[in-house]
């Protein structure tokens, strides 16, 4: 039997099984992501129409909001945070210190990022593989922009590797895309 619609039938070694994520600030690595969710809502209005019973509805203005949960491999990103939270520039924040600045200009200076989740697995059938390692298809790279971080998690447990923060973020792009095998002869 064939379905017109149904190109190419769901099989379980298509599903994508595996994921990281990078966090960048100006292009530099930060933190090693191990997970990531996020959502964007999109405010409805609700619009009344002439002539019809029917009510419609129009899309208004979005709202970003996730999580990030990272592996803390260094203290680059609690230094910006940390830095912020002390009114003191975080562009010059280093181990050593910064250049202090008053606290109302410290809160125009809260630390941007950009949050890239890529999405790849390297048993996909059909994956082709760039020079460098990386892979050519079979991946999705979404990019969140403009991303603040509204919570700072501290501490240790002997049993607890990662740590979590709230996020914010004002613009999303689809950098790569996973494109399905052409569909097989039926």
Not at 21 to 30: A, C, K, S, T
């Amino acid at each position: 039997m064939s379905y017109g619609w149904l190109q190419n039938p769901y099989e379980a070694d298509r599903n994508i099984h595996g994921r990281w994520g990078r966090v960048f600030l100006g292009g530099e690595w930060m933190a090693q992501a191990t997970e990531v969710s996020y959502s964007v809502e999109i405010e409805k209005g609700e619009v009344r129409r002439s002539g019809t019973r029917w009510n419609d509805n129009k899309s208004g203005s979005f709202t970003g909001t996730g999580t990030l949960t990272y592996d803390k491999v260094n203290s680059f990103l609690e230094a910006l945070i940390i830095a912020h939270l002390n009114g003191v520039d975080p562009a010059g924040a280093t181990a050593a210190g910064g250049t202090n600045v008053s606290p109302r200009a410290a809160r125009r200076t809260l630390p941007v990022f950009e949050v890239q989740v890529v999405l790849e697995d390297p048993a996909q059938p059909g994956a082709t593989w760039n020079q460098d390692g990386s892979m050519a298809t079979g991946q999705e790279t979404v990019t969140l922009h403009n991303v603040k971080f509204w919570n700072l998690e501290g501490g240790y447990g002997t049993d607890q590797i990662s740590r979590s923060v709230e996020l914010t973020f004002s613009g999303i792009t689809l950098d790569t895309m996973i494109v399905d095998p052409p569909s097989p002869q039926i």
